[in-house]
Each structure stands twice: as C-alpha cells, then as structure tokens.
T-cell receptor, first 111, second 114 residues
Framework: DAKTTQPPSMDCAEGRAANLPCNHS???????VYWYRQIHSQGPQYIIH???NNETNEMASLIITEDRKSSTLILPHATLRDTAVYYC????????????FGQGTRLTINP | DSGVTQTPKHLITATGQRVTLRCSPR?????VYWYQQSLDQGLQFLIQ???????AKGNILERFSAQQFPDLHSELNLSSLELGDSALYFC?????????????FGPGTRLTVT
C-alpha cells in the first residue's frame, strides 16, 4: 500500500470548513483513498473513500487531484465534536483488507 | 454506535498472565480484524478472519492467537503478558473480503499489564 503524508496537527474555528490535506504521490492506479478518524481513544470511524472522482457523503467531501497524488478531506461546517485524529489511508481494493494507519492529523476545532 | 461490541472494556492483569478479549461483529459481517494501539506504535493490524478462517496476519506476536467461531464472534488470546502489551485492542468488522468494504470498529478493550 502506498505511503501517505499528513500534517501532524491543524486548527480550525468552529463553524468553518476544515480542509485536511494528504499526499500520496506513490499511489497506484488500483489504490483507493480512505479517511478514518479517531475521537479521543474511541474506535476509529470510517468517513469516506474514493478512487479518482470527488466524493461526498453526510459527513464530509473528498477531493482527489487529477493526478491522484494528493487529496483533501473537507468537513464543511466543523463542530467541536469533530476534534479528532484524522487518518488518510491508501489501499488496494479487494483481497486482504487490513488498514495501515500512519500518524494522522490531529485536528482541533476551536470555539 | 458502530454495531461492533467488545468485552471487557477494561482489563488489568499481571505480567505472565493470559487474557481473552472478545468481539462480536456487526450483524451480517463475515470479516473480523484485530488491531493494537499503543502509545509508541500507533494503530497496528494484528490479524484478520473471514467466516472462521484466518485470512491475513500482521504484526502479531507468537504469544497472541485469535479465532473466529461459527457464530462469527472472535476472540483474541494474549498469553505470557508483558508490560509492553499494555494497549488498546480494537476489533473491526466488514461485510467480506472482496470488494471495498469499510471497516467498523468497536469501542476497544484497554489492557493494562502491571
């Protein structure tokens, strides 16, 4: 699975959009970009995933660049409950589906 | 609530002892995964089972073993415990092994070895 690079920490004001970047310059054509988050010491929570098209669900939007070497997770209206560590994971589809977690980005939403 | 349950929530035991952590996957999910999260190693994949069979192995120590039962619940057995085994242990489940299935994580078991 391709390696990802994320900033160790970010701050965002409550109510504003939080944009979390992820670099995955060695991504292969069959690898997907996944985002999970972990609030405090709870179990990680799936947010969204995509291959090359932008994706949106009730939690967030995922913007993947055309060359697929980077992506941005967007939380459109961040709340205090969005304070968490966000993990960007790249992996192939199918087969053994272990998740390889990096250090992630610690996002702090400030009131 | 992810639908994945783990018991116990907390476990305190002494070095050299053996413990069993239990996981019940979401209804309908056939795959179960175990992860370990320690302060210095982060979240690490240990092992995966699919419908009772081992499918993938990660950084799992020989002192650790797991199994998945016919009712699909899984148990992680940790033996000859050492101080360094203190960690959060998460179980996750997904529908299957083919295709793209997001994993749903349980609340974890916090193991403290004294």
């Amino acid at each position: 699975d391709a390696k990802t690079t994320q900033p160790p920490s970010m701050d965002c004001a409550e109510g504003r959009a939080a944009n979390l970047p992820c670099n995955h310059s060695t991504i292969s054509g069959n690898e997907y970009v996944y985002w999970y988050r972990q609030i405090h010491s709870q179990g990680p929570q799936y947010i969204i995933h995509g291959l090359k098209n932008n994706e949106t669900n009730e939690m967030a939007s995922l913007i993947i660049t055309e060359d697929r070497k980077s992506s941005t997770l967007i939380l459109p209206h961040a709340t205090l409950r969005d304070t968490a560590v966000y993990y960007c994971i790249v992996r192939v589809g199918g087969g053994a589906q272990k998740l390889v977690f990096g250090q992630g980005t610690r996002l702090t939403i400030n009131p | 609530d992810s639908g994945v349950t783990q018991t116990p929530k907390h476990l305190i035991t002494a070095t050299g002892q053996r413990v069993t952590l239990r996981c019940s996957p979401r209804s309908g999910d056939l795959s179960v995964y175990w992860y370990q999260q320690s302060l210095d190693q982060g979240l690490q994949f240990l092992i995966q089972y699919y419908n009772g069979e081992e499918r993938a192995k990660g950084n799992i120590l020989e002192r650790f073993s797991a199994q998945q039962f016919p009712d699909l619940h899984s148990e992680l057995n940790l033996s000859s415990l050492e101080l360094g085994d203190s960690a959060l242990y998460f179980c996750a489940s997904s529908v299957g092994t083919l295709g793209l299935n997001e994993q749903y994580f349980g609340p974890g078991t916090r193991l403290t070895v004294t």
